[in-house]
């Protein structure tokens, strides 16, 4: 063993918590190594300066400052309890369970049809069972769009604008 | 036959308010010294002692025994007085010059140095305070660290495997940080080692 090797091993040795084979290890360092002898006696010495300083006594009060904590924690709740809702939600739920009621104690109205609303509902019911068909219908979006008559619109407008500009034109020349 | 600290402590878990009592009756003064060692004011350690016991009252609901109870204890012990120091460092006054000499009573009690006390052998009496008095620098002057390692090993009487988790560091490194701790001991109590060879 080296010097180096001590410092893990002086203060278990100086406690007496080496183990056998450690310990004797250690006393065979130390009979040939006065420095670390030295420092074992000395690390002894100081183990000993500090078994000197006696121990102080808890004031009177510190148990009742202890008690007086503790007592005003919260108390703890039994498994029950933390099945309680708290106030807000208390209400919340309350709020809501009214307005189901209050919703559901409501007559339900059925529309009501008369006999005009009954005859108009047979007059459309062609139009209405050929509906799917028509607005689906391809060759209907096949069709070019239809051609607007000349003089109708602002196309017959821009043909009497362009022949006005040629006429125009022919005199300046 | 007494009941140990895990029995104790689950009985509070329980919903025993009277094993809390005995836990508190069992390390309310190894606790009050521990601190009051590592922090140098007598009020202080008490109030830390205060809320150590609370956080272990607090606790109580979850705790498990996977550890053993002073291990767990003075683990919150440690890290409060770890905390309260490293947050007056730089908070703490000097010692005033002008402040009157005293003798540190180790109950805590400053009182003034009263040369006409009625002590036949006051030499003797004043010579063993100031060497209580370096002895307690000594300590004081430590890194917060090796202070608690010191006083964990040497009076709380702790393995080093439960020393080493209430510091939370190897075993191995515990041994380096007392071995570090003794070294400075030594050299600050060099005349008190030198006068008792």
Known sequence: MNCARMESRIIPYVDGRLKENERLEMEKHLAACGACQLRVNQFRAVSGFLDDLPEIEPSAAFDVRVRARVAAEPARQSWWASFAPSPRFALAASLLLMATVWVGSRPYETPTITAADEAQIDQNMPLLENYDVLSDFGALTELPPPVQPEDQGTGGQDQKQDQDQKQNQNQTM | ?197
């Open chain 2, 1 to 197: 036959m007494a009941r140990s600290d895990v029995q104790l402590m689950l009985d509070v878990k329980a919903g025993d308010e009277q094993s809390f009592a005995l836990l508190l009756q069992r390390y309310r003064t190894p606790l009050v010294n521990f601190l009051y060692r590592m922090v140098r004011a007598r009020e202080e350690a008490e109030d830390l002692a205060q809320e150590v016991f609370l956080r272990v009252y607090r606790a109580r609901k979850d705790y498990v025994p996977s550890a053993k109870f002073t291990t767990w204890l003075f683990r919150i012990a440690t890290n409060l007085a770890l905390n309260s120091v490293r947050d007056n460092r730089y908070q703490r006054m000097e010692v005033s010059l002008d402040a009157p000499v005293t003798v540190d009573a180790e109950d805590g009690d400053e009182r003034p140095l009263d040369v006409a006390e009625k002590n036949p052998n006051i030499e003797q009496h004043l010579i063993e305070e100031a060497r209580k008095k370096m002895i307690r620098h000594a300590i004081d002057k430590l890194p917060e660290k090796q202070r608690a390692a010191v006083l964990l090993h040497k009076y709380q009487e702790l393995d080093y495997g439960d020393i080493a988790k209430i510091l939370e560091c190897s075993e191995s490194a515990l041994k380096s940080l007392l071995f570090r701790a003794y070294e400075t001991l030594r050299v600050e109590l060099a005349p008190l080692v030198a006068g008792q060879k």
